[in-house]
């Protein structure tokens, strides 16, 4: 038996929680604004996936063994801080780039921007506790098959249609222009703020 309650709930919290600017947002922005919108999808495609693998994972309580063994939790926590410097730092020292030839060298195939939408959010240990914080406070103690489908499901076409509409918009000739135009200091920005985030989830 499916319980809408549950899955109305997780709507609700994740469809807020979601659209929040973080590493993501940023990430699948800026390869949008870069490339194109289809090195972006495949980027949402990697987020969606580890979004997927998170809430599974709350949604099962393997949250518990981040509680029970604290030294996985600061492995991850470093782990995912160091990538996201490393990431801030590329974008920084490629901003003073020249327009053309960097545009190039940022294409890439689907698969490598689908790596890179799994890494930025892998990286990111504060998704795991975002999802132990909506799932604990919506889904029943024994979950159903049925449930627990439909609670992925929802998470899935969440962020899939959040992340698409963010790789669409920033793809568009306008916008793709307007980044051309400012792309030093744009890139500046975007790996100041991502940098910013990876030393803050260090000191936290």
Not at 22 to 47: C, D, I
Not at 66 to 88: C, D, E, N, Q, R
């Amino acid at each position: 038996m499916i319980d809408w309650a549950a899955i109305a709930t997780v709507f609700s919290v994740y469809a807020v929680g979601v659209v929040i600017p973080g590493p993501n947002f940023v990430a699948v922005a800026h390869k949008a604004a870069s490339t194109s919108h289809r090195e972006a999808l495949a980027m949402v495609g990697g987020v969606v996936v580890v979004n997927l693998f998170w809430a599974s994972c709350a949604i099962l309580g393997i949250g518990i063994v981040f509680a029970t063994f604290p030294w996985i939790a600061l492995a991850v926590k470093v782990t995912g801080a160091a990538y996201l410097i490393w990431f801030g730092g590329r974008l920084l020292v490629k901003a003073g780039g020249a327009g053309t030839a960097v545009m190039q060298l940022e294409r890439g195939s689907y698969l490598q921007s689908f790596r890179a939408g799994f890494a930025t959010n892998i990286a990111n240990p504060k998704s795991m506790a975002f999802y132990a914080a909506v799932f604990a406070s919506a889904a029943p103690k024994h979950v159903s098959l049925p449930t627990f489908i439909g609670m992925i499901a929802t998470v899935a076409v969440v962020a899939s249609l959040w992340y698409g509409f963010v790789a669409v918009v920033f793809a568009t000739p306008s916008v793709a222009v307007r980044y051309r135009r400012g792309k030093a200091w744009i890139d500046r920005i975007c790996g100041s703020v991502i940098v910013a985030l990876g030393i803050r989830q260090l000191v936290r």
